[in-house]
């Protein structure tokens, strides 16, 4: 289900994550220099306002447009925190897209795609300091909770909270 708290939407949220006293992510925006500690679950709920500093801070930062990041999204980054025992930031190369962005990108023959989860809040592209790209891939592959891609090139791992595909 879709809970609304304050317009940020709190989607999927799952009862196992009850079980699980405290979740914490941090972030590194490549793009702004901004840094962010944040717990964004605590005694069985999502913290709103921790919500609305991680939308901030995986805004578009090309348009400064800031949109809800799937929830889902962040629990499957504190997993892979977890499995790769980091607490290193995730470095963002991409979160939030707006529409008239990703046009732009896609146009360009950059790889975009044209319906990507992006501007749904649904999807990021990382890095963590310490980490090799492959074991990073590896780690996101084997949560199976949506796409995951590599780009050696670009020095990243995309993931996703769409159906679960690999690339």
Do not use: C
Not at 37 to 50: K, L
Not at 60 to 76: A, M, N
Request: glycine share 10%; proline share 5%; no cysteine.
């Amino acid at each position: 289900g879709v809970v609304a708290t304050g317009g940020l939407a709190l989607v999927g949220q799952a009862p196992a994550l009850a079980a699980v006293p405290e979740k914490a992510l941090s972030f590194h925006n490549l793009h702004t220099g901004e840094s962010l500690d944040v717990t964004y679950w605590a005694d069985g709920h999502h913290i709103p306002s921790a919500l609305a500093e991680v939308n901030r801070i995986l805004r578009d930062f090309r348009t400064d447009e800031v949109w809800p990041i799937d929830v889902r999204l962040l629990d499957l980054l504190h997993r892979l925190r977890q499995s790769l025992d980091t607490t290193e930031p995730f470095h963002i190369i991409s979160g939030y897209r707006s529409p008239a962005t990703n046009r732009k990108l896609s146009k360009k023959g950059s790889g975009v795609a044209k319906r990507s989860l992006h501007m749904q809040g649904k999807a990021i592209d990382v890095r963590v300091p310490g980490r090799q790209l492959r074991t990073l891939h590896k780690a996101a592959v084997a949560q199976k909770s949506g796409g995951v891609g590599k780009y050696p090139k670009s020095g990243f791992v995309h993931l996703d909270v769409g159906r679960v595909r690999y690339w």
